[in-house]
């Protein structure tokens, strides 16, 4: 994955390799400041929402302080003693159109402004939600380092009250995969914000779309449930129990032979303090960047150095910048996760940097997952502008259960700064306080399940291409998205609420516009209980006044039809996918809840030798520990390592399975190679088995040219949504130090090197739900080989499931068939779907697809017949195929391509004119095709579908085309 091109991305390339060439100098990331004692004061209750929300409705008029129309000189009363105090005078809060100020008393005036039964989706409502931030706009080739928009990232003045409660802790209890049994019914207790209606509250019950998936017939009863054998400890937590320095231990097996590297870190074992005093940043740093034996991690790629970092319970007090690096995961107790505390005289812009310039450009900075900590900038006065996280990074990177703590009131503290970078999931993430919440201008992300609590603007779109706001929250916030610098081209906000808070979407109307047409929108499922409009452009005109529910609301392109300026529709979901009137979500796993024997490490079973160092057939032992794992109800752990199989690894229903930092089955040998009897390197269940499989952190790979390997097959189904589910994992064909592919792969003739025959298939039978998965046929080595690598993997991900299929911000480039296809699918939710086109495809190629490859009906593979023999523009891959199929739901692909012919490895030729004919194709008139927020590049047709076959000319945006709404098939 690289959206990268030209010279700059060279460079990055480069740097990768040599470690000689940074992309941004130190000096452009991080200047220091000095801070001043910073207040303290801050209360943090850990009541949950109702809690908050009550105390919130009792402050004096928060929300019209947070946006900067109350007294902003006025001290609110704090929350603690408000409860009794009547509410302030309200002044003016609305931009526009709302009557005068004293006359329009703001909900938060109200004594009891909204009350919410748990509406959101049991199974994510007890994590914290984590958030990226990003300054830098995000431009689009990856290796500019000149934004070609100019989205301004000033940081929003914005006044708030300093009383609202911090943080709710991240959650304690790890979600569970229960379907969740929320209400289908919100009954708000409202008090209309009408000059006139003073008194009286009105009780308003409205019923939100479909019923929980759980009444469902298509799903069966769970067979089996395996509960802890273990009294949980709030202090302990399984991951640091295991024997991390035997055999148990993870081996990083290309380093060296004689290998005394660290996989695992518990930061505790290099003298650091977790009692909230003193400086701990170099000394976590040194937990960071241990190799064991001297040397560095850095611009070493990801698999020859990894890294998990725990971090016990307790509070870690920064002095300066901590410094990530790609490869690693960083891991705190989720039974009391720790606090990453900034020191009120803290030096630097960042809390913690997430980008490693030692890899290259944000869009290269690739896997590393920060999961179960607080960041903490409560202690830095809230006027210095610090950052908690920088989270420029790309695929393979993750946030989950991450909570993000700031001042409330006025000052100019950042959450997240997502500072370009590419394709990635922010899920679950809490952020309390701060003039902005996430700043963002990666490429492309999927933010699901954010909560934002007491921010000046939650979500500051600063730039990139397209951005799916997935389950948000904002609650008591200024304003929920700012959109007004017009840097990102399209935006969708699903399944949200916003409870208290402002102007939902400040947008720049882009209607009239010549040339291209940005900051395009959906609404879709959003509730918003407050007098404050819900859409503003940039001339402060109300286009979207207060309403408690919004269907579906456009603002941008549509095919057929055209650019809609406010439009007000219906989506018809299929209440399959459809949990609490939302799309099912799941958190990633955390197991907290269990210990000691419930958890078995696959290299301590006495019986089996296990070794995963990169030369053993570890197949038959493998297969046999997860079955008998799976029939004792057994957690497996997986430390890292190269884990060969020769074979298929059998998943059976009944797996619960962690990986240490992206530990490796590869597959290899003659059972993979054969092109026309596929066969899976991991097999998830048989078809038709029905139970519990869960799989985190973990890359399955291609060990060496297999055109019969089929990466991934998913075959079960939950008995519930998400019962089988696969969350912060990665299939790589090529590119990485475990496989002969990286060095073997050099002859232009793709069909010199096939590859893998499909990245992931999830069949008829199965039901799955997918988190932050990144399917990868390497354009380049990471691992430090020979940059240049040419390889040919058939297929990306097949998607033939019927019963509820959830994708949550996934990635699947440069495959050669297709990226995505969706043949004879039913019920299938995605949200981001990002893909790149291989480099070699197009004008000069020297296959033509379907060639090398064959097309096989049985797989539903495109045949490209619609092209003419010789046509090679024709001839290329298509990013998503859908071909029949019912209710399928689509949000923000994000579809790309850069090159064309001889490939060079050098990222400086781009395609002149367009690289490819068509980019999406839809055949088989699917029944209930919802396709939302559509961005392609160098493609003319953006979508094939005998129809109206909509072009980027005439849908200019983004990096190319947009369309926002494709209705040719929508219900
Ligand atoms: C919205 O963004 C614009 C442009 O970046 C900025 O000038 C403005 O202050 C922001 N407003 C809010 C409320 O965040």
């Known amino acids: 994955m690289r959206s990268s091109l030209s010279v700059a991305t060279l460079v990055a390339v480069v740097s990768t390799v040599s470690g000689s060439v940074s992309p941004l100098r130190e000096s452009d990331i991080e200047h220091l400041h000095e801070v001043n004692q910073g207040p303290s004061e801050s209360v943090f209750f850990l009541g949950l929402f109702p809690t908050l929300l009550s105390q919130v409705g009792g402050a004096p008029n928060l929300i019209d302080t947070l946006l900067g129309a109350g007294k902003p000189t006025d001290t609110p009363t704090p929350l603690e003693t408000s409860s009794a105090e009547p ?4 002044e003016t809060v609305s931009p526009v159109e709302t009557p005068t100020p004293a006359q329009t008393p703001s909900p938060a005036d109200t004594s009891t402004p909204v009350e919410i039964p748990a509406a959101s989706d049991a199974p994510d409502s007890s994590q914290g939600p984590t958030s990226p931030q990003a300054p830098v706009s995000p431009q689009k080739p990856s290796s500019s380092r000149t934004p070609s928009r100019s989205p301004s990232h ?117 003298d650091v303090a977790n009692d909230g005093t003193g400086d701990q940043t170099a000394n976590i740093q040194k937990a960071i960047d241990d190799t064991g034996a001297g040397g560095s991690r850095k611009g070493n790629g990801v698999t020859r150095f990894p890294a998990e970092v725990y971090l016990p319970s307790g509070v870690y007090q920064l ?33 913690v940097l997430g980008y490693d310039k030692n890899n290259g450009n944000p869009e290269t900075s690739f896997m590393m997952v920060m999961k179960n900590v607080i960041l903490d900038t409560t202690s830095v006065d809230a006027h210095v502008a610090i950052t908690a996280l920088q989270w ?50 990666n490429q492309q992300v999927n933010f699901k399940n954010i909560h934002f609590s007491a921010v000046g603007t939650a979500f500051s779109a600063a730039g990139g291409w397209t951005v799916l706001l997935q389950g948000a929250t904002f609650e008591s916030c200024g304003t929920a998205v700012n959109m007004t610098g017009n840097g990102l081209g399209s935006l969708v906000l699903l399944d949200s609420t916003s409870i208290n808070s402002g102007t939902v979407i400040l947008f720049h109307d882009s209607s009239r516009d010549d040339g291209n047409q940005n900051s395009q929108f959906i609404i879709e499922n959003l509730f918003h209980d407050s007098q404050h409009p819900i859409a503003v452009d940039s001339n402060g005109a109300t286009r979207l006044g207060p309403a408690l529910h919004i269907d579906t609301y456009i603002w941008g392109s549509r095919v057929p039809g055209q650019y809609e300026a406010g439009k007000s529709f219906v989506t018809q979901r299929s209440e399959n996918l459809l949990v609490g009137g939302k799309y099912f979500t799941k958190a990633q796993p955390t197991y907290g809840e269990y210990g000691g024997d419930d958890i078995v490490n696959v290299k301590t079973v006495s019986g089996h030798v296990v070794k995963g160092d990169g030369r053993t057939d570890d197949t038959e032992a493998l297969n046999a520990i997860l079955l008998k794992n799976a029939e004792d109800c057994k957690i497996t752990y997986i430390p890292f390592g190269v884990y060969r199989v020769s074979d298929t ?29 596929p066969r899976a390197v991991v097999q998830l269940g048989r ?17 060496e040219i297999l055109p019969g390997a ?49 990245v992931m298939h999830l069949t008829k039978s199965s ?127 994000a579809a790309w391509a850069f090159f064309d012919g001889s490939w060079n490895g050098l990222y400086n030729q781009p395609c002149e004119g367009k690289c490819q004919s068509n980019m999406m194709r839809v055949v088989g008139s699917p029944q209930n095709l919802v396709w939302y927020s559509i961005s392609t590049r160098m493609t003319d047709v953006m979508i094939l579908d005998g129809k109206t076959n909509p072009t980027e000319t005439s849908h200019p945006g983004g990096w190319e085309g947009i369309i926002q709404d494709y209705s040719q098939f929508s219900a």
């Open 767 to 893: 039901s799955a739900y997918i988190e932050n998965f990144w399917g990868w046929t390497a354009d380049h080595n990471l691992d430090s080989e020979s940059l240049f690598t040419i390889i040919s993997t058939g297929r990306g991900i097949l998607v033939e499931a019927t019963q509820g299929t959830w994708l949550t911000g996934t990635g699947s480039e440069h495959h050669w068939l297709y990226n995505y296809n969706f043949h004879k699918a039913e019920n299938v939710y995605a949200g981001l779907l990002q893909t790149e086109s291989p480099y070699m495809q197009g004008s000069g190629e020297y296959e033509k697809a379907p060639a090398p490859w064959f097309a096989y009906a049985q797989y539903g593979d495109p045949d490209f017949s619609w092209c003419s023999t010789d046509d090679d523009k024709c001839r290329s891959a298509l990013a998503t195929n859908i071909d029949g199929g019912s209710n399928i739901a689509l949000y923000n692909s």
């Open 87 to 90: 509410p302030s005078p309200p």
């Open 687 to 703: 078809p038709g088995d029905v139970g519990v499989i869960e799989i985190q952190d973990m890359r399955f790979a291609a060990g």
């Open 319 to 351: 002095g300066s910048t901590l410094k990530l690096t790609v490869g690693t995961i960083i891991v705190g107790n989720p039974n009391n996760p720790p606090v990453i505390k900034a020191s009120p005289s803290f030096r630097g812009q960042f809390l």
């Open 710 to 758: 089929k990466i991934l097959e998913i075959n079960a189904a939950g008995a519930q949504p998400g019962d089988v589910g696969l969350w912060n994992t990665i299939v790589t064909v090529g590119g990485t130090a475990e496989t002969t592919i990286s060095n073997s792969c050099t002859s232009q003739d793709p069909k010199d090197c096939m590859a893998a025959f499909m």
């Open 154 to 270: 000033s940081t929003p003045a914005v006044s708030s009250s300093k009383q609202i409660p911090a943080a709710a802790p991240v959650s304690s209890t790890p979600a569970t995969s229960s379907a969740a049994t929320a209400p289908t019914t919100l009954t708000y207790t409202l008090t209309p914000a009408s000059s006139q209606s003073s008194s009286s509250s009105q009780v308003q019950t409205f019923t939100t779309r479909p019923k929980p998936v759980s009444n469902s017939p298509t799903f069966a009863p769970a067979s089996k449930t395996c509960a802890p054998n273990w009294q949980p400890s709030r202090g302990v937590f399984w991951l640091d129990q295991q024997d991390h320095k035997g055999q148990g231990a993870g081996l990083a097996p290309y380093i060296s032979e004689d290998n005394s590297y660290p996989v695992y870190r518990n930061v505790m074992h290099y």
């Open 649 to 677: 690894l059998f998943v059976p229903v009944g797996t619960r399975m962690v990986g240490e930092a992206w530990a490796v089955i590869s597959g290899y040998g003659d059972a993979f190679k054969n092109p026309r009897q």
């Open 392 to 441: 420029g990074v790309a695929q393979g990177s993750g946030l989950t259960n991450v909570e993000v703590r700031m001042p409330t009131g006025p000052g100019t503290h950042t959450g997240i700064d997502i500072h370009a970078g590419s394709t990635i999931a922010v899920t679950d993430v809490r952020i309390f306080g701060g003039a902005t919440g996430i700043i963002n201008s």
